[in-house]
């Protein structure tokens, strides 16, 4: 999905990946094609929660349309299950407890911690 491609680009901050998508989005109609699925959506999703204002309502109601298209609260339970790799030591951990770093886009355990050279921040 190419919505997914934009937020797993890196050139950009987070922040403006997801809001020309939101842009995209909106003018579309809303379409379920511009929604984000699998590791954007969790990138995108764990970012909002953290960064969420009562201003953003676009991106809020994008943010809740993914979600639904995951599947709710049982496809958000079964993506904290899944497992991935910390890419820079290597060990294995549930994405509930594993980061994203936001700059890279790539997982890295809280022990590592956030990458010096990234931007980005963990979420
Ligand atoms: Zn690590
Ligand atoms: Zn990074």
């Not at 009562?54 to 993914?66: C, H, L, M, N, T």
Request: net charge neutral; proline share 1%; hydrophobic share 35%.
């Amino acid at each position: 999905m190419e919505s997914n491609q934009v937020v797993l680009g890196s050139a950009r901050p987070i922040e403006e990946r997801i809001g020309q998508l939101v842009e995209v989005w909106i003018r579309d109609g809303r379409g379920r094609d511009h929604l984000v699925t699998g590791k954007a959506f969790y990138a995108v999703y764990c970012w909002h929660l953290r960064h969420r204002t009562d201003r953003e309502i676009a991106r809020a109601e994008f943010v809740a349309a993914s979600y639904d298209a995951i599947g709710g609260s049982a496809g958000w339970g079964a993506m904290l299950r899944e497992r991935a790799a910390c890419e820079s030591c290597g060990d294995r951990y549930r994405l509930e407890n594993i980061g994203l770093c936001t700059g890279c886009m790539r997982y890295t355990c809280y022990t590592c911690g956030a990458h010096g050279s990234c931007l980005g921040e963990i979420v």
